[in-house]
């Protein structure tokens, strides 16, 4: 579907110039844009490169001559990023598919909304509640009581566990996991962790009478607020007993664990190949960065940023930016860094005198 570049800027909240009734059908960069494409040069970096495609309007930073670009219409982004959260979704092709498939396995006691798609091979199970307009894609499989609030998008493969409470808007990508098992054992006499927690490694660790791993059931559920989106192939646990909880517009990438009882709070970034270990509490807006790791049973405060691969062994107090293993404030971390980096060159003093 074609835009004119007046109606992109009113959705966007920006100033349009030049020949706003152009009409466009699709983004770019600016090096390879098309003469119906929207080029993307936000910021100045990218002005070099629309000379080198076609492009007859962009989207440019504030104050960019864009006639001097050689451009016939411009719309400038005073933030690049929320411009292009607000373009890509108003040029987004809508999902495919419309009713249900012949394919799909739908117990007879499931509810399904008005406006439902459900792809091929898709299996709802026994007393699942599926919202109005909801995307269910091919091969998905929904649980026991599960419910599903309105407008969800489910991707191809999800997986859904019993006794899942989706909200409304959810997103879920291709084989996301909700409401496995955790992986939580016990054995019979205290285990090498357990006394390596209690002695802090100082006692050698032996082979106990009894090593069998006893499971224990994960009974409770897990809770997804509205307006989530889950990256593709990320779980988030089953409770032990109670549920647990994803807060509402918490956004989690590709690839992270959520352990079981963990509580992750409202508007929350968990980023790629993140984990956090069970029964862990994560207060509301706190910035996971990619391949951090969380152990179990602390408390992260709200608006808490974890820089990428940081590893959090204690509770962090609210408004903390921490970095490192173990996570320390960053300004305490990065003191210690360039301390590290010093060392050698003190060495070779010290070996001189």
């Known amino acids: ?115 439902v798609v459900i792809g091929a091979f898709a299996v709802i199970g026994a007393d699942a509640v599926i919202g109005a307009g909801t995307w269910v894609a091919d091969h998905v499989s929904i649980g026991v009581n599960v419910v599903i609030g309105k407008d969800c998008h489910l991707h191809a493969g999800v997986r859904i566990q019993r006794n899942v409470v989706l909200g409304t808007r959810v997103i879920l990508q291709p084989n996301v996991v909700i409401g496995a098992d955790g992986f939580s054992f016990v054995s019979v006499e205290p285990s090498n ?5 209690e002695t802090l490694g100082n006692v050698p660790m032996a ?7 006893h499971r224990i059931h994960s009974l409770g559920s897990v809770e997804i607020g509205d307006d989530v989106e889950i990256g593709a192939g990320s779980t988030v646990d089953a409770g032990t007993i ?20 963990v509580i992750v709070g409202e508007h929350c970034l968990l980023c790629a190949q993140a984990g956090v270990a069970g029964s862990t509490v994560i207060g509301d807006r706190v910035v996971v960065g990619g391949k951090a790791g969380i152990a179990d049973n602390v408390t992260i405060g709200a608006d808490v940023v974890l820089g990428g691969g940081s590893v959090v062994l204690s509770n962090v107090p609210a408004g903390r930016v921490m970095m490192g293993y173990p996570a320390t404030k960053m300004n305490t971390h990065l003191e210690s860094y360039k301390a590290l980096r010093r060392l050698p060159r003190l060495l070779n003093s010290l070996a001189k005198r």
């Not at 009409?23 to 040069?41: I, N, Y």
């Open 1 to 115: 579907m074609a835009h004119s570049i007046k109606d992109i800027a009113a959705a966007l909240g920006a100033q349009a110039f030049g020949a706003v009734d152009i009409l466009v059908d699709g983004a770019s960069e600016p090096g390879t844009a098309g003469c119906s494409d929207l080029a993307l040069a936000m910021t100045p970096a990218y002005g070099d490169a629309l000379s080198q495609g076609n492009a007859r309007v962009a989207v440019v930073w504030p104050g960019a001559d864009w006639k001097a670009l050689g451009l016939e219409a411009a719309i400038y982004a005073p933030r690049a990023r929320l411009a292009m959260a607000g373009l890509t979704q108003m040029l987004d092709k809508p999902m495919s598919g419309s009713g249900v498939s012949e394919h799909a396995v739908i117990d007879p006691s499931a509810q399904i909304g008005e406006g």
């Open 193 to 197: 962790v357990e006394l390596a927690r």
């Open 207 to 213: 082979a106990p009478d009894d090593p069998t791993w």
């Open 242 to 261: 109670r549920a647990t909880h994803v807060g509402k517009g918490t956004k989690i990438d590709n690839l992270v664990q959520v352990g079981h009882n």
